[in-house]
């Protein structure tokens, strides 16, 4: 079966299906099925008898094929319904700008065609909800589908067969509506986020992806000049993912951060292809090419995000939203500018949902990260935003009133800040995480136990003599707590602390690699976080080997 190659998840859908620029009859025919089966759902959420839905593609060479057969699918469902379809093809446009259109066009929903940054040769699509939702925890308008609007999809493009048809139309893009999409996606980040920086050099990567043709623009609306490398749209110039080392020991984000000490820049941006991630390189006072963590990156984009929400004079309570494989770090900056922070299940859907949430309850969602990737979604939006990256270490680099608000909330440091994002950087809590990936024990139910049977062992042997004290929390969806899921795709997490210090390690079997597990340790310096790592690693070997009879009941 053809779906066999697909990785579905509440995330989207990819496989690797080559450089095109056609597909094969089977994932056309997989694509279209999918385009169907949305389009019935988003018809079952909010009957109408007019739809518009809003298109989209990153530039990969199989981009136009697999957005000819979503479109194709989407338009047999809505003649076999009797429904009108208004769709609005933007052609190359980023992610964010996609989901800022569902909006501004008052549209049922979308279709993104990217992979986001897996490398080139793959592709699949994103679907996004309409400005009216239903449902179980409905996302927000423009968001990505909830969790279980996910699932249902899924299942039933499993079931579904529709007979595949050739006669509905492919248009060509529509001209009229990318422009005023990019027009106005670039009129609110410069009402959000213009920066008084005249003269501040910045160098962008958008390294052949969405963010080509509009990246240079997006720049300048922030208020800066910037200097563009690798913009020439469909041709990516190194790897997509930028967040890993080279088999030799280079980074990938070298010859950028070289690129930057030459300019005597302030900092470089690299996009990946759908530009809703965006990684920085920064030159240290020393003249040292420096590539900020994923949680480095999550833990700047809060404290600037929240000294944007002081200095606004919002009176709502500043909130922020984070993962829970996000380190604590972020918790610490949000503990000195007073705002509270909600946990959820790794998952950017899931963030912007509980962002949603809590606007609706009189908070001011600041910001939402998924920090083990580094992704943010600021106020505002409904998705993860490369630029908007880039936006927060301008305002980090060279806003003098931003710094000082920052420096002055994060002290002892006298109202005083370095130069730059390294002085920036350089007042944040001295909180260190690690990753790793390891390969998951296929029953995930037993794993846990397992944990859960083994971690209090591993405490008193290994940990007692650095942390007083541990506590074992569950993570699915929107909830964080004690109570274990009953489903098996939960997040499981050992909160370990001490006075004046916290940490923790998470696993996570990962919903977007098959047989995969995610592990990250937190804690206070490189030891710490280090030896919270190693331990999941032996704890996940452990599970690997033993089948445990499970101890714990679990809860709905």
Known sequence: MPEAKWLQSYSGVRATIGLGPGVSAD????????????????????????????????????????????????????????????????????????????????????????????????????????????????????????APEMGNLIRAARAFSPATTSLEPVGAADETAHTRAVSQYLTFISNAYHTPAAGARVVVDPNGGAASRVAERAFRALGVEPIMVNDQEGHPAHEIDVEHAQPDGTHV????????????????????????????????AAGTGRIPSPQEAAAINTAIALAVHRRSGDTRPAAIVASDATSCRVHQVAAAFG?????????????????????RRGFCAVVGLEGANGGTIFAGTTCRDGTLVGAGALLASADPELRDMVARALGPHDGHMAPGLAGFIDVL???????????????????????????PKAFASTLAGTWERFEIVYSYG???????????????????????????????????????????????????????LDLGRRLLDTAATARPRSSVRPVP
Request: hydrophobic share 40%; charged share 25%.
């Open 339 to 359: 705002a509270e922070v909600f946990e959820v299940e790794t998952g950017e859907i899931h963030v912007v949902t509980e962002m949603q949430y809590l606007e």
């Open 429 to 455: 809590p001295r909180q260190r995480s690690f990753s790793d990936k390891r390969a998951a024990p296929g029953d995930w139910a037993a794993t846990v136990t397992s944990l859960e049977l083994e971690f």
């Open 27 to 146: 994932d056309d025919a997989f694509a279209f099925r999918h385009a169907y089966c949305y389009a019935l759902s988003r018809l079952q959420a909010n009957p109408a008898s007019h739809v518009r839905l809003v298109l989209a593609r990153d530039p990969r060479p199989t981009g136009p094929s697999l957005a000819g057969a979503q479109a194709r699918g989407l338009a047999s469902a809505c003649r076999d319904l009797g429904v009108h379809l208004d769709l609005i093809d933007l052609g190359v446009v980023t992610t964010p700008i996609w989901q800022h259109s569902v909006r501004l066009f008052d549209a049922h929903g979308g279709v993104m065609v990217t992979a986001s940054h897996n490398p080139i040769d793959d592709n699949g699509w994103k679907y996004a909800t309409g400005v009216e939702t239903f449902g179980v925890e409905p996302a927000p308008p423009g968001a990505l589908l909830s």
């Open 478 to 532: 929107r909830h964080v707590g004690p109570d274990r899921p009953l489903s098996s795709g939960f997040g499981w997490k050992a909160r370990v602390s001490r006075p004046g210090a916290e940490g923790f390690l998470w696993i996570r079997r990962s919903k977007t690699e098959a047989q995969v597990a995610r592990l990250v340790g937190d804690g206070p310096d490189d030891a710490s976080a280090r030896t919270l």
């Open 253 to 284: 984000l070298d010859q950028l951060a070289e690129r930057v000490r030459r300019e005597q820049a302030l900092f470089g941006l690299a996009y990946d292809f759908d530009a809703d991630r965006g990684n920085l390189t920064f030159v240290d």
